[in-house]
């Protein structure tokens, strides 16, 4: 068998014509669509890459967000307990105070009640008592009822120093006149005879007139010109209502 060179030549022409070809129209395409497929992929994992970590960033911010935001919602209760339990202490520190001051001013007008009802029984007593003793007084007879106030008269009359006595008897002249006040009208007798102790008494001869005033209740009362001398129960009882009213002014 004899090798042809020239067919042998012509086939290595073709074979490089055709590994030319195919190197310019079908391998360097192919490699050209090859990287451009390549850097399409690459283009399309680095575009799924960054929507990876924006995802991944969205995911953080958003889990960043439901956290401030129940922080703020935890805060927000929390601060609103917190007002709710001051709000309530304060109303009920408020209702505290308030209770307070309602028992203190009901015991404030409980206590001015009492007093003012102790103030009113002690007036109705003293009228009481002013009443049953002029009754009781009114029973005996008027000497009886008037001599103990003559011997009282006399006792202090006796007690006066010379110039107190002078001073009752300044202004008695002829027409100035002891006028002597009794709780009840005195007989002719009884007068008379308190114009002779009384004269004795004073140790001057003096014109003595009598009167009388049911709000005496007892006893009598001497009206010189210059002064009045009391010896009734009338300045014994408003003594007594005098205190009381001063006690229930103070109370």
């Known amino acids: 068998m004899t090798l042809d060179w020239w067919t042998f030549g012509l086939q290595t022409v073709n074979f490089a014509i055709l590994v030319w070809l195919l190197q310019r129209f079908l ?3 192919v490699l050209r669509m090859v990287d451009a497929r390549r850097a399409e992929m690459e283009k399309v994992r680095a575009s799924a890459q960054e929507d990876r970590e924006k995802a991944r960033a969205e995911r953080e911010r958003v889990a960043t967000e439901h956290a401030q935001i ?4 935890r805060k927000t209760i929390a601060d609103a307990r917190a007002e709710a339990e001051a709000l309530a202490t304060e109303k009920i520190d408020q209702a505290d105070k308030e209770a307070t ?3 203190e001013k009901a015991r404030t007008s409980l206590a001015a009640e009492r007093k003012a009802a102790e103030t009113d029984i002690r007036r109705a007593a003293l009228d009481l008592g002013t009443d049953i003793a002029r009754r009781l007084i009114e029973e ?3 000497e009886s ?3 103990a106030w003559i011997g009282h008269i006399e006792q202090h009359l006796a007690e006066l120093t010379e110039a107190q006595r002078s001073a009752l008897l300044q202004g008695m002249d002829g027409t100035s006149a002891l006028r002597v006040v009794a709780a009840a009208p005195f007989p002719e007798s009884v007068a008379q005879h308190w114009r002779e102790r ?3 008494a004073l140790g001057h001869e003096l014109r003595i007139d009598f009167a009388h005033d049911p709000d005496l209740v007892a006893g009598v009362e001497l009206h010189f010109p210059t002064a009045v001398l009391h010896f009734s129960w009338r300045s014994t009882l408003e003594a007594i209502r005098a205190e009381i009213e001063d006690d229930a002014e103070t109370r």
Not at 70 to 73: D, L, M, Q, S, T
């Open 198 to 200: 009384l004269q004795t």
């Open 70 to 73: 129940e922080a703020e919602r």
């Open 27 to 29: 391998y360097k395409p």
């Open 140 to 142: 005996l007879p008027v």
């Open 101 to 103: 001051e309602i028992r």
């Open 145 to 147: 009822r008037t001599e």
